[in-house]
């Protein structure tokens, strides 16, 4: 659960952005973020740009300050000319009134305006870069697929009306069905939105319970990549003010097992931590004993520090490329920007397929067949425009089910990994805790003990002791383990979990591979 249980503040930038993409019906991305300030950039696929404030209060992330732009613009030698003679003035201004204190920050402001003038061409070429990633693939309003849809849509919906029973009778159509409907629901907007209204009241307010869950379930593969691809182009700017980096950064000289214990922690809260290069350490640290440290710390111990943290987190980091390649299908050492919902096209995609198959012959499923096959590549915000139609064509409620969730779930792993628990707690069940039964329990023990140990033969330990790590972190060889009896904790946790595995199907081979169940 270690990705499940992520800091997710990209994660509802992410959010953010789609937001802003259904509603001014162009495709954005997160484009910059710089955390220190609680400032976030939006590029757009036609070069225009969004820069605000962002900050979560309650179960609301809240867009100030809101700026529109395009990059052209936005690039100009006049306008980066105009920024920095603004910001000489306020320093000089600040100097005539004796204000040394605002002329210090102004001062400060200045260098880091000449900075960016100066990198100008490389700021350009990230623009250029982050462009290319909008390709065709999160084109489908303008594909000739998409107008024959649209004009074939009265028929289908005259289809489905006859054929009511027997399509909603099929799993496949029925699922997407209630996804479609449930992934409108999470992006409707009470008014409408647009550019004027953004320029004009300069903030947007984003409802994170709002169906937060359903769209990190259908586009986690996305959301992990492009978060990856965040903290991979500028860790110190999305994650310079995690708290357990803050606290980590106290550390320099602790003793090895305090140092790993916060090492564990930031990676609880940043699994992206153990990808961090030795630049992106130095920088951050660096940053943090500049603006924060009342002591002297020299170069070398900062260059001491990070070498440690990254020798100690090569294991953690070989783990999370195996995690990340399995469970969520993301190749780290090619790592591609993804649109969001290009999952979500490829339900629709079995959605508009099994419809063509309950069709006789004829234009209508020709229309539907040559749909399905685009959708599959595709991705982007206007995949929303099809589930529109979708609603549209079926004209019902129908709900996305519990049981659908089991498709977005890796159930094998699921299931072996609740059955060793099991395993295990059947061992601590039946430990000696002073019972009048205690010798006939203890002689039952190591049969389980056996069990027990075959799923601790494969994960974590080994790869840390290649590193030369000598002490585990998190180490309870001094644990007292104090259960037993038949209506002990552990015995209602046996049953629940019992429950669970029979209701997952056990190691049902069975199982479709595909993560939807295609």
């Not at 249980?5 to 991305?29: P, V």
């Not at 979990?497 to 295609?518: H, S, T, V």
Request: proline share 2%.
């Amino acid at each position: 659960m270690l990705l499940e249980n992520r800091n997710k503040n990209l994660t509802n930038l992410h959010k953010a952005a789609d937001y802003i993409s259904r509603c001014l019906r162009e495709n954005y991305k997160v484009f910059s973020v710089e955390s220190t300030e609680n400032k976030v950039q939006f590029l757009s696929e036609n070069n225009n740009l969004i820069t605000c404030n962002y900050g979560v209060k309650d179960t609301t992330l809240n867009l100030t300050n809101l700026e529109m732009d395009t990059v052209d613009n936005y690039l100009s030698v006049d306008r980066v000319d105009g920024v920095v003679a603004e910001g000489i003035s306020s320093f000089v201004n600040d100097l005539r009134e004796n204000r040394f204190d605002k002329a210090d920050t102004s001062f400060s402001d200045v260098l880091n305006l000449f900075e960016s003038r100066n990198n100008l061409d490389t700021l350009r070429y990230k623009f250029e870069k982050h462009q290319d990633s909008f390709t065709t693939n999160t084109s489908i309003n303008e594909t000739s697929e998409f107008k024959k849809m649209q004009e074939a849509k009265e028929n289908l919906k005259a289809f489905v009306v006859e054929n009511k029973e027997e399509i909603l009778g099929n799993e496949d159509i029925a699922n997407s069905i209630g996804i479609a409907n449930a992934m409108s629901k999470v992006f409707e907007t009470a008014q409408e939105i647009d550019k004027e209204y953004l320029e004009n009241n300069k903030s947007l307010a984003i409802d994170l319970t709002e169906g937060n869950n359903l769209y990190e379930m259908v586009c986690q593969q996305e959301l992990m990549r492009q978060e990856l691809i965040e903290s991979k182009e500028d860790f110190s700017g999305a994650w310079m003010t995690s708290e357990s980096l803050q606290k980590l950064s106290s550390c320099i000289f602790s003793d090895e097992k305090t140092l790993q214990e916060s090492i564990a922690a930031v990676i609880e809260e940043v699994p992206y931590f153990s990808f961090a290069t030795k630049s992106d350490l130095n920088e951050v640290f660096t940053s943090i004993y500049e603006v924060n440290s009342t002591d002297t710390i020299l170069k070398k111990d900062v260059k001491a520090f990070v070498s440690k943290i990254y020798e100690a987190k090569k294991p953690v980091k070989e783990k999370l490329v195996e995690l990340l390649s399995e469970k969520y299908g993301v190749n780290v050492a090619n790592l591609k920007f993804v649109p969001t919902f290009s999952n979500l096209a490829k339900t629709q995609s079995v959605f508009f397929e099994v419809l063509s198959m309950c069709m006789e012959e004829g234009i209508l499923q020709d229309v539907t067949s040559d749909f399905s096959k685009m959708l599959k590549g595709k991705g982007g915000v206007e995949v929303l425009d099809v589930n529109d139609i979708i609603k549209e064509c079926t004209d019902t409620e129908t709900e996305l089910e519990e049981n659908m969730l089991i498709k977005y779930v890796d159930v094998p792993r699921l299931t072996k990994d609740l059955g060793s628990v099991i395993d295990v707690l059947g061992t601590l069940t039946y430990t000696d805790v002073d019972s009048d039964e205690g010798d006939a329990k203890e002689e039952m023990a190591p049969e389980k003990e056996e069990e027990a140990e075959a799923p601790m033969e494969e994960p974590m330990e080994e790869p840390a002791k290649e590193e030369g790590e000598d002490e585990p972190v998190g180490d309870d060889a001094d644990t007292e383990v104090g259960m037993g009896g038949d209506n002990s904790p552990v015995e209602k946790i046996m049953a629940d979990l019992n429950k669970m595995l029979g209701a997952l199907g056990g190691e049902d081979k069975d199982m479709p591979e595909d993560q939807y169940g295609a």
